[in-house]
């Protein structure tokens, strides 16, 4: 079995990490480069970098504060905001991430995923999807950080996304979002059933049961956490005490 890997997820906007409920009604949850060095040492398995505002705002990625992260962290580090072409890949992969994540701009230019598992190699290519259920056994694709519906079906797209070169889907419910209720179970199966690349399971973990829940029921290779870690309610080390006496194989 391949080691399940515990993944703390930076929401960052005006500099500041940040947590919400449905993307909304966002509370800020500390420092990015200080809650990255903490969740390094406490034995993340990699991290993720979300420059949420970014593309909403028209901007670029932190590139600053992306740096500063890297410095103190030696883990696999995913970057995600604002990367709409492959020369801003260039450049958040020069400043220290291991991987690009990219959502608006892949639905916007389906080629900016194919263009860039070609040059960087698929393995640095992350598509994050966002997705908001609609009716039974369907979800729809959300870009614009959850604001703007797309009319893409989420099982479709991912399967779309690998096809072209993704190495990776980062599957976020947007109803379960912030909420601690659990992860989407029949979304995130439903994906990684479809798909043969890894699949990171996010939005809703609220209990450490959830996280068994999403990888033995849901079929995640990964679980993406922000509230649980951020407010301190779980560590690291306790979840992984947890899902190894569960039988779950994780790194050490």
């Known amino acids: 079995m391949v080691a399940i890997r515990i993944i703390p997820c930076l929401d960052v906007k005006d500099g500041k990490v940040v947590k919400g409920i449905h993307f909304d009604d966002l509370k800020i949850a500390g420092d990015p480069v200080e809650n990255a060095y903490f969740y390094c040492k406490e034995g993340a398995d990699e991290l993720v970098f979300l420059d949420i505002s970014a593309t909403i705002e028209g901007r670029k990625t932190m590139v600053d504060v992306v740096k500063k992260v890297a410095e103190v962290i030696f883990i696999p580090f995913t970057v ?103 992860y989407d179970i029949e979304l995130t199966r439903m994906v990684s059933e479809n798909v043969s690349i890894p699949v990171i399971a996010s939005g809703g973990a609220g209990r450490v049961e959830h996280l068994y829940e999403a990888i033995v029921k ?3 290779s990964a679980v993406l956490l922000a ?26």
């Not at 995600?80 to 608006?104: P, Q």
């Not at 056994?137 to 072209?164: M, N, R």
């Not at 309610?233 to 190894?244: D, Q």
């Open 80 to 182: 995600g905001g604002g990367i709409s072409s492959l020369n801003d890949m260039d450049k958040i992969l020069s400043n220290g991430a291991d991987k690009i994540s990219i959502n608006t701009s892949a639905v916007r230019n389906y080629k900016l995923i194919k263009e860039g598992a070609e040059r960087f190699g698929s393995q640095c290519i992350v598509v994050a999807i966002d997705a908001k259920k609609i009716k039974e056994g369907k979800w729809e694709v959300y870009i614009e950080s959850g604001k703007t519906p797309t009319g893409l079906d989420v099982v479709e797209w991912a399967k779309k996304a690998e096809d072209l070169g993704a190495g990776e889907i980062l599957l976020t419910s947007i109803d379960r979002d912030g909420t601690c209720d659990g």
């Open 218 to 220: 849901g079929g995640a």
């Open 227 to 252: 509230s649980l870690l951020h407010f301190r309610i779980l560590t690291i080390p306790k979840i992984k005490e947890y899902l190894k006496n569960k039988g779950i194989a994780i790194r050490e």
